[in-house]
């Protein structure tokens, strides 16, 4: 089976998407077989890959409401190893009408696990808020992964995941890890980025610790084209980064 993966975080402006988008690229790029799906009704893993509502006859509600098979909803990208499951604002939808069902929270994890030896990594952007969609994501996978701005602010935000981390793995899932924290948007030489750094080692530890993510033009202008940023800048920071990261994510046990 492989590795089920939620990229995570209630508060927005995180690089959620953007490391989603990238980590699962640099996965394929490595030769992994790499499922992306997004959960988030605002569907930006979707335009990340240039693709549009108008591009999309089925997507993730699909699966989950209209039970259509999984083989069904699945796209192709630039990379054969790399697929994706997009999303539309349908999925707005399926926050409304089951949100007090408590059985739809396990809809996601009953279609992804039909799959998932198929796949190497299944990686899921999840929406920034507390949402139907969320808990379903973090009930369906076996890790998680938190990017999170290198900003103090950020941090009540981290404490939040962890909490709700641990309630899904005391009600639902008791398999489900933390398994790295991701600084995004890092500034290497500023006191306030290791001041970050440092209260997470002092409360998680050190070693939850992954690859930061430097601030980068190239990974702001890259979703705009519809590219990763190994399609957009290969030779850019960002690149560099997210490659690194991917090594690293891969080294977890």
């Not at 139907?132 to 996978?141: K, P, V």
């Not at 639902?172 to 970050?196: A, M």
Request: charge should be positive.
């Amino acid at each position: 089976m492989g590795r089920i993966i939620s990229v995570s975080n209630r508060k927005g402006g995180s690089g959620k998407t953007t490391t989603s988008v990238n980590v699962s690229a640099a996965l394929a790029r490595n030769g992994n077989k790499v499922l992306l799906i997004d959960a988030d009704p605002q569907a930006h893993t979707t335009l990340s890959f240039g693709m549009t509502s108008k591009d999309i006859n089925l997507d993730l509600y699909s699966l989950l409401v209209d039970r259509k098979k999984t083989e069904q909803v699945i796209t192709g990208t630039y990379l054969n190893t790399l697929k994706v499951i997009p999303a539309t604002r349908k999925l707005t939808s399926f926050e409304r009408d089951y949100s007090g069902l408590k059985e739809a929270r396990v809809w996601f994890a009953d279609r992804i696990t039909e799959i998932a030896d198929k796949f190497d990594y299944i990686i899921i952007d999840t929406p920034p808020t507390l949402s139907l969609l969320s808990i379903s994501a973090l009930i369906a996978s076996g890790e998680v992964l938190i990017p999170m701005q290198t900003h103090f602010l950020s941090l009540e935000g981290l404490a939040e995941m962890v909490r709700l981390i641990s309630q899904i793995r005391k009600l639902y899932n008791p398999e489900i890890k933390l398994k790295g924290v991701i600084p995004t948007f890092y500034k290497e030489k500023t006191r306030l980025s290791k001041s970050i750094l440092y209260e997470i080692g002092k409360n998680l530890g050190t070693g939850i610790i992954l690859h930061p993510v430097r601030v980068n033009i190239s990974l702001a202008e890259a979703p705009s084209y519809g590219k990763t940023i190994f399609q957009y800048n290969i030779k850019s920071n960002g690149a560099y980064d997210y490659m690194a990261l991917a090594r690293q994510i891969e080294e977890l046990k």
